[in-house]
């Protein structure tokens, strides 16, 4: 079993060597390692690569938490010196993650939530270089938070701050929720969380309501292996029912703006995870700005991207569905694609939504077959042939607007998509179900496997 040391332990010899040997912090801390190493000790569990102090041989880090619990015993610290130190440990924070679990171990999270909590009026620039101390501690590190934390974060949002201790805030939140389904559990159960966050909706700053809008996004995500079973899907539905209509509104607000007007449609197009939900955000106005968004802004990659997959989203319901054809979409998804085929993100997300929109519903299926698209699909195809998606979101497309649509079966083949499914077919095995499905829809010779027969040693004999 490999001998190890504590990280304590690795800093004392370092400092040792800085002050008593008088060594560059380079020369000790090589010496201190080939000491260790010639011993026969693992330093895989050592951060060795800590900014140290020259003249006192003390990590950085540990001198900063040091001193700021020291500052906090004193009425009259001065503010300047406070955020010199909380700026020292922003930046050690940023080196990696170890360095993170560090600095939480050394108290600096647990000082900081404690900072925050209490009764003191704190100078406006030290209350943001805490809050970006906390967000750079618990960044990739969501285990630390905890419910004084979340009801640290929610008293100062109550407060109605500046737009940038507001950013800070929901930073925080967002941070917490990543990859840690009892931290999201723990911020939507808490009753005040939906009331305060909401009013931020209504503020008039880009960057506070981009933020809102990425923290609601967090809040839905299923992204924690320890956990066999998320709430993602209760929590969209809790944010959607108290704020998909206004953040529906917020579109034609944002407008002129292309960031935030991409992060609301994003925020829409996941917190519409019901049927009844796609009707709300047609009635909020949400369908025909998306298309004068289209229109508008053809050359954003980013606007006519989010369009696809909240349309995509929206085509979850029937009648909106039809809706979405029926008020011109067809004729717009054709022009994005053709324009931006190149683009393998946006083309994936637009076929996506193409095979959407005609799945079950032969007007939606003639409609998009009008404007020229099965040509464009196509072409599509041929540019990416090594992406499996969209060879896959491809054959999607293809088979449902000729399942119900027979007569645009001669027009595919002899445009060539035989071959390009053909062609899919041996360089995607993983797709091949999908890939047969399109060709045997339109009427093209294929190979259908028999998964399974059965056999019996008895035969019945029918007289």
């Not at 938070?145 to 507001?166: I, R």
């Not at 989010?306 to 039809?322: F, I, P, R, S």
């Amino acid at each position: 079993m490999a001998k190890v040391i504590t990280q304590e332990t690795f800093d004392d010899v370092v400092k040792e060597n800085i002050v008593e040997f008088s060594m560059s912090i380079e020369e000790a801390r090589e010496e201190t390692i080939k000491q260790f190493e010639a011993q026969g000790i693992h330093l895989g569990n050592i951060i060795k690569d800590l900014n140290v102090n020259p003249s006192t041989g003390v990590p950085l880090l540990n001198e900063s938490v040091d001193e700021l619990k020291r500052l906090a015993e004193t009425n009259d610290a001065d503010p300047q010196k406070i955020c010199q130190h909380l700026a020292v440990i922003v930046e050690e924070c940023k080196q990696s993650v170890p360095h993170r679990v560090l600095a939480a171990k050394l108290g600096a999270y647990e000082h900081i939530v404690k900072r925050l909590n209490s009764e003191e009026k704190l100078d406006e620039e030290v209350l943001l270089k805490l809050l970006t101390a906390a967000n750079a501690i618990i960044n990739k590190q969501p285990d630390v938070f905890c419910h004084e934390s979340l009801a640290v974060a929610l008293k100062h949002l109550k407060t109605a701050p500046d737009a940038k201790v507001a950013c800070e805030l929901l930073k925080w939140l967002q941070k917490a929720c990543i990859l840690h389904e009892m931290n999201r559990q723990t911020i939507m159960e808490e009753n005040l969380t939906i009331p305060t966050l909401k009013p931020f909706l209504g503020r008039t700053e880009p960057e506070v309501i981009r933020n809102t809008c990425a923290l609601f996004r967090y809040l839905i995500l299923d992204d924690d292996i320890r956990v066999e079973f998320g709430k993602a899907h209760e929590h969209a539905r809790q944010l959607a029912a108290e704020a998909l209509t206004e953040i529906t509104q917020l579109l034609t607000k944002f407008k002129s703006d292309p960031d935030t007007l991409s992060d609301l449609m994003l925020t829409i197009a996941s917190l519409t995870v019901r049927n009844e939900l796609c009707q709300t955000v047609e009635e909020a106005g949400g369908l025909k700005f998306i298309l004068d968004a289209m229109v508008e802004f053809p050359e954003s990659m980013k606007i006519i991207r989010e369009a696809c997959k909240l349309l995509k989203a929206l085509a979850g319901n029937d009648t909106v569905k039809q809706h979405i054809v029926q008020c011109g979409a067809a004729p717009l998804l054709e022009s994005a694609l053709n324009r931006h085929k190149d683009n393998e993100t946006f083309a994936r997300h637009a076929l996506a939504c193409i095979s959407t929109l005609a799945l079950r519903d032969p007007a939606n299926s003639k409609a998009l077959f009008e404007t020229g698209i099965s040509e464009t699909i196509i072409q599509t195809m041929k540019i990416h042939p090594t992406s499996k998606i969209i060879q896959r979101n491809g054959a999607w497309a293809v088979r449902n607007m000729v399942s119900r649509s027979r007569d645009q079966c001669d027009t595919f083949v002899a445009q060539g998509i035989e071959d390009v499914l053909n062609q899919a077919l041996t360089d995607h095995p993983s797709i091949a179900h999908d890939v047969k499905s399109a060709l045997r829809d339109l009427g093209c010779k294929v190979h259908l496997n028999e998964e399974w027969k059965a056999t019996s040693e008895i035969q019945i004999k029918n007289d």
